[in-house]
């Protein structure tokens, strides 16, 4: 099994920056892949980036050229760094791992964090 957590959400000015990490513990040789999904008030859980066990990245269109994922220095760490922050990324941000590579459907994540807000205010 494995164990995920977030840090780093947070309170943000519209055009500010924040970084979220995502620390995996116990059975981290399972995973394949990474991904950031958040989700908003009344609207439907999407993913945001995902980052493959070799570095690859991926990122939804909203976020392109704002968002950067990326494997951490400590071991098992993944970041997203958010910058260009707007009140429409206002969320909880969750971290998922998957065994597959890339996959695009949070049902195929098979493990997720506990979430951290994420608020940006105009």
């Known amino acids: 099994q494995v164990q995920l957590v977030e840090f780093g959400g947070g309170l943000v000015q519209a055009g500010g920056s924040l970084r979220l990490t995502c620390l995996a513990s116990g059975s981290t040789f399972t995973i394949n892949s990474i991904a950031w999904y958040r989700q908003a008030p009344g609207k439907q859980r999407e993913l945001v980036a995902a980052i493959s066990g070799t570095g690859r990245p991926t990122y939804a269109d909203s976020v392109k050229g704002r968002f950067t994922i990326s494997r951490g220095d400590v071991k098992d760490t993944v970041h997203l760094q958010m910058n260009s922050l707007k009140p429409e990324d206002t969320a909880v941000y969750y971290c998922?791992?998957?065994?597959?590579?890339?996959?695009?459907?949070?049902?195929?994540?098979?493990?997720w964090g506990q979430g951290t807000q994420v608020t940006v205010f105009s």
């Open positions: 998922a791992a998957s065994r597959q590579y890339m996959p695009t459907t949070g049902d195929a994540y098979d493990n």
